[in-house]
């Protein structure tokens, strides 16, 4: 009976001790989703265009990061005057359908005088599969509506725990629809007006880290191991003890 009581003992050491190192082996990691060149280290790998007296460029004189960043800009107030940076489209992989929260990151820098009412307006958007159907989006205004003028350093933006199944005003992806794919877009008074001149970009990032097992969707298949290799030896050992105290 003693041999069995040391077996159980030492079944309950290794299996506490065996939890313990699985919840640091398996704590989640974060998975970086994209964009592809999210520095403008590559040059010209994200898509443009510009018209009128509104101008972009791959700036080599003034990175967060690395050589190069994101510029974009305009000086004169007129409809006409627009100019946009896109990233090509990149798969949200394990946050696909809101599966997983993910964090969306960049580096900003708005070094003229920041004119009333003046934005960039920065969008994270949701895809289908093919990329093509636009499902949603998260919106960031950034000048006059983030309090920023004249600035001298880049400053950070982190969105964290977004879901690809509601826009940033709540309204959610259309029935039916899953979100898979994604795409960051910076414009320069296109839809809020902006003659403020040069608006600097770097260090874009969207990841998600996946939820640990044990919150995840798969917690009841977490619950059955943790009761087979905790909870039963336990019990074992509790009813030897109980019936050798009779
Ligand atoms: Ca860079």
């Known amino acids: 009976?003693?041999?069995?009581?040391?077996?159980?003992?030492?079944?309950?050491?290794?299996?506490?001790?065996?939890?313990?190192?699985?919840?640091?082996?398996?704590?989640?990691?974060?998975?970086?989703l994209g964009p592809p060149d999210p520095g403008a280290e590559l040059g010209g790998q994200w898509y443009s265009g510009t018209n009128g007296a509104a101008y972009l460029l791959v700036d080599t004189t003034d990175a967060n990061h690395g050589n190069n960043d994101?510029?974009?800009?305009?000086?004169?107030?007129?409809?006409?005057?627009?100019?946009?940076?896109?990233?090509?489209?990149?798969?949200?992989?394990?946050?696909?359908?809101?599966?997983e929260p993910m964090t969306f990151s960049f580096a900003y820098k708005l070094p003229g005088k920041v004119n009333a009412g003046d934005n960039i307006a920065v969008f994270f958007r949701f895809f289908d599969e093919a990329g093509t159907n636009f499902l949603g989006q998260q919106f960031i205004?950034?000048?006059?509506?983030?309090?920023?003028?004249?600035?001298?350093?880049?400053k950070t933006v982190t969105?964290?725990?977004?879901?690809?199944?509601?826009?940033?005003?709540?309204?959610?992806?259309?029935?039916?629809?899953?979100?898979?794919?994604?795409d960051i877009w910076v414009t320069c008074n296109i839809f809020q007006p902006w003659a403020s001149g040069d608006a600097r970009f770097d260090d874009f990032s969207v990841t998600t880290l996946p939820a640990p097992p044990w919150?995840?969707?798969?917690?009841?298949?977490?619950?059955?191991?943790?009761?087979?290799?905790?909870?039963?030896?336990?019990?074992?050992?509790?009813a030897i003890r109980g019936r050798r105290t009779v």
Request: net charge positive; charged share 15%; with cysteine.
């Open 159 to 182: 969105l964290t725990n977004i879901r690809a199944l509601k826009n940033a005003t709540g309204i959610r992806i259309p029935k039916g629809a899953r979100a898979a794919t994604a």
């Open 1 to 32: 009976m003693a041999k069995t009581l040391g077996c159980l003992k030492a079944i309950f050491i290794i299996a506490s001790i065996s939890i313990a190192a699985l919840s640091v082996l398996s704590a989640p990691k974060p998975i970086l």
């Open 215 to 238: 919150i995840s969707r798969h917690w009841p298949a977490c619950l059955a191991v943790l009761a087979i290799i905790v909870i039963v030896p336990t019990l074992a050992l509790w």
């Open 70 to 99: 994101f510029t974009l800009g305009n000086k004169i107030a007129d409809k006409d005057n627009i100019a946009d940076w896109r990233s090509q489209v990149f798969s949200l992989g394990p946050a696909a359908g809101g599966a």
């Open 141 to 154: 205004p950034l000048g006059f509506s983030s309090g920023d003028s004249e600035m001298s350093d880049y």
